[in-house]
């Protein structure tokens, strides 16, 4: 048996996909009269203030451990000490501004820069753990900057610096809490207090407004428990609260004014799903960004919740299956390479928008890739080889291109080691970086194994004649002689993008897709490439967000759709166009009815597009409103659901209904009461009601009349009522 299926069942199929490759390539599908692979330009896709992240590679920056550009900022006393991982360090956006400055992004071909959580935290250390809030995630002003990164001034100066360079700006933002608050009977100096432009809001011991949930530590058993109770005795702020609500929209708008182009949401798995969507709804009728969450998961396998997060909530998540997947194969081995194809497989299938994903290979939760794979370069290496031709947007942790090394936190967040330009991984992802704007293979196209054992894995991603394939062979004792390969290229020769770095050599393809044999190295990656000079049908490859209200700014995303402008539809709806060229499209949603709709590009020529399938339009301007049942007994297996009049609801169509609801806390309700926070329109007369619902679908409706509410027009609100027997 040949090596690339190494032994596995489906060996006939795969060499009858082969054989199909053959009779496609013969038939003429693909001509055989092309040029060897077309040069790497860029189009106009590469631009700066866009929702669309599809061609981007970020760059994830932990602020303080980065680069000291401006000493005059650093904190003083026991928060900072430099010879402490756990105190300030001097890192600030002037230090960042000045990387800028010196091309280090540009020439490493990053197009966005994940920044720490720029609002002011604490300026204390944290008793229950002997730190200080150097990576920004314990707040206490969300309206202010943290003043040891810098002012106002110096963010909107590496902003603009950014921008004039093409390159986006994401800010972490942690909407979930503030700062510790309770651990045992120790005393917090800053109470988890909660500020606004300097003007104290509430703490969490004295918390008369209702700032604050207040139902201990989480144990993270279930879901609902996860949400409403603190994370680590971090004040977990109470979304509920109309306050609260407010101050979180009003707060990323203002970081917005300031050319925010995307959002990194911290801790998404502790925030109820209907009021995060209620407020990035409305963050994206304010501005058209790119929104990703933080669902930590520790492992490749699906979780319900977590799926039904990415494909329901309107905003991406970081790919935690693909990080898994890869640090298994390739860092500590524990893996195979097609157990990683596997995770690629099922992930795809799970998730709607799996381009959106945002990947990566470590980050500041986890040991550094380095360490991972016992300080072993090449395996970080051929990390970033897949990492940045898989699908998902691409994400560099900090220092890991100069083989940064560090266990768990605060050892994973050490000061940036060098800005080497010469590393081999810097290399590296200077080869691919700019590949993911020119070839829209990588952004936009399928993933297809094309020749796969223990140790090599080569993968074909293709977005109509566009066309990529990568080959890695972990194994850095053992070379493979790859034969039978199959590929969509075009007849030709086709050199490594990488220019040899890591070993990969030139291939020759047969007009029937057919490859020369050819020797994989010991510890070899190799990347071809074949970029269509143009596209005869257009092709939509992407959109963002894939969520808004009728008036919201789309960007659609792909090529073939021309320089001159044409027409956009959802479902049968023609939508408004703000801007059109040959790889993006921007458009206003048009006035529909709620629900998912269709979206197709048609050229001025009148020639029509793939249909983009699953955008969701909202009712109107949505808000956050926790709906309660009491005396709702249920039987072993069944759960309660609510269903209503609104898109929102379900339309009364109890497979749509919102559940199953939550019985289990204590300052909400506890079991016979359920309830369930949920986004719906504003100012909007609602029914509803609550259904009983068993393992086998079986539904009991409540009796009676439905029950009528009237949503206010802003805010928040609880709509309680008893079980109608």
């Known amino acids: 048996m040949n090596l690339q299926w190494n032994n596995r069942n489906n060996s006939f199929i795969k060499k009858l996909t082969s054989l199909l490759f053959v009779l496609i390539f013969a038939f003429g599908v ?33 602020t303080d451990r980065f680069f000291d550009g401006d000493t005059s900022n650093n904190p003083t006393g026991s928060i900072f000490d430099k010879s402490n991982l756990q105190k300030y360090h001097g890192g600030d956006w002037a ?28 300026t204390t250390i944290d008793p229950s753990n002997n730190c200080a809030s150097y990576h920004g995630y314990w707040a206490k002003d969300f309206f202010k900057t943290n003043s040891y990164f810098g002012s106002v001034s110096d963010f909107q100066t590496m902003v603009n610096k950014a921008h004039a360079l093409g390159i986006k700006i994401v800010i972490d933002f942690a909407p979930n809490h503030t700062s510790t608050a309770e651990y045992g009977t120790m005393t917090f100096p800053e109470d988890g207090a909660l500020y606004k432009n300097g003007t104290y809001l509430g703490g969490f011991k004295n918390d008369s407004q209702g700032l604050f949930n207040h139902e201990s530590w989480t144990d993270f058993s279930t879901y609902e428990n996860s949400i409403y109770h603190s994370m680590y005795g971090l004040a977990d702020l109470n979304h509920q609260n109309a306050t609260v609500d407010a101050y979180m929209k009003e707060a ?31 963050i994206y009728s304010y501005k058209s960004v ?25 905003m991406s998540l970081l790919d935690f299956r693909f990080a898994n997947a890869v640090r298994n194969a390739l860092g500590n081995g524990s893996a195979t390479m097609e157990d990683l194809y596997d995770v690629i497989v099922a992930t795809d299938a799970d998730y709607n928008e799996v381009n959106d994903q945002v990947t990566f290979i470590d980050n500041h939760d986890m040991s550094r890739f380095m360490t991972l794979a016992s300080n072993n370069q090449r395996a970080v290496d051929n990390a970033y080889v897949i990492l940045l031709t898989s699908r998902g947007v691409p994400t560099i942790y900090y220092g890991s291109e100069q083989y940064a090394t560090g266990t768990t936190d605060p050892y994973n967040r050490g000061d940036m080691p060098s800005f080497n330009t010469n590393s081999t991984a810097y290399k590296v992802i200077s ?36 066309v ?59 990347v071809w490439q074949y970029t269509a000079s143009s596209t005869a049908t257009p092709l939509i490859g992407n959109v963002d967000p894939m969520m808004g209200v ?53 050229t001025a020529s009148g020639t029509a597009s793939n249909t983009y399938s699953g955008f969701e339009v909202l009712s109107a301007t949505q808000i956050s409103v926790r709906f309660k049942v009491n005396n709702a007994t249920t039987n072993y297996g069944s759960n309660v659901y609510l269903v209503g009049s609104v898109y929102e609801l379900g339309n009364w169509d109890v497979t749509k209904a919102i559940g199953p609801l939550f019985n289990s806390t204590s300052s909400i309700g506890m079991y016979p009461t359920w309830f369930y926070d949920v986004n719906v329109p504003a100012g909007t007369t609602i029914q509803y009601k609550f259904i009983k619902k068993d393992a086998s679908g ?21 709509f309680s009522v008893d079980w109608q027997n």
């Open 550 to 602: 009728a008036g919201n700014t789309v960007t659609i995303t792909g090529r073939g759709f021309g320089s001159t402008q044409g027409s956009v539809s959802f479902g049968t709806s023609a939508a408004q166009v703000v801007s059109w060229s040959d790889a993006q499209i921007k458009v206003k949603i048009p006035s529909v009815a709620a629900g998912k709709y269709a979206i197709k590009v048609t």
């Open 30 to 62: 693909i001509s055989t009269n092309v040029p060897v692979q077309a040069a790497a330009t860029s189009t106009d896709a590469e631009v700066t203030n866009t929702a669309s992240f599809s061609t981007d590679v970020i760059y994830q920056i932990v």
């Open 468 to 526: 990529v394939v990568t080959a890695v062979n972990r194994n850095q004792s053992k070379s493979y002689s790859v034969a039978g390969l199959y590929t969509s290229l075009p007849q030709g020769t086709y050199s490594d993008v990488m220019q040899g770095t890591l070993g990969g050599g030139t291939i020759t393809v047969a007009s029937t897709g057919a490859v020369n044999t050819f020797t994989l190295g010991a510890g070899q990656s190799a």
């Open 252 to 282: 990323i708008q203002n970081w917005l004014d300031l050319g925010v182009d995307g959002i990194r949401v911290d801790a998404v798995k502790h925030m109820s799903f209907g009021w995060q969507k209620n407020w990035l709804s409305s």
């Open 698 to 718: 079986n539904v009991i409706w409540e009796s009676g009349n439905n029950h009528t509410a009237v949503t206010p027009a802003t805010g928040t609100q609880t």
């Open 95 to 122: 230090g960042i501004t000045q990387k800028l400055n010196d091309g280090y992004f540009s020439n490493m071909g990053v197009t966005a820069l994940w920044i720490s959580s720029p609002v002011e935290n604490i």
């Open 290 to 314: 790119f929104v990703f969450g933080e669902w930590f998961n520790g492992g490749v396998a699906a979780d319900a919740d977590m799926t039904k997060f990415a494909n329901d909530s309107g």
């Open 431 to 466: 080869y691919l970086a700019p590949l993911r704007k020119s070839n829209p293979a990588l952004a936009y196209g399928t993933t297809s194994e094309r020749w796969m054992n223990d140790d090599v894995f080569i993968y074909e991603r293709k977005f109509g004649n566009n």
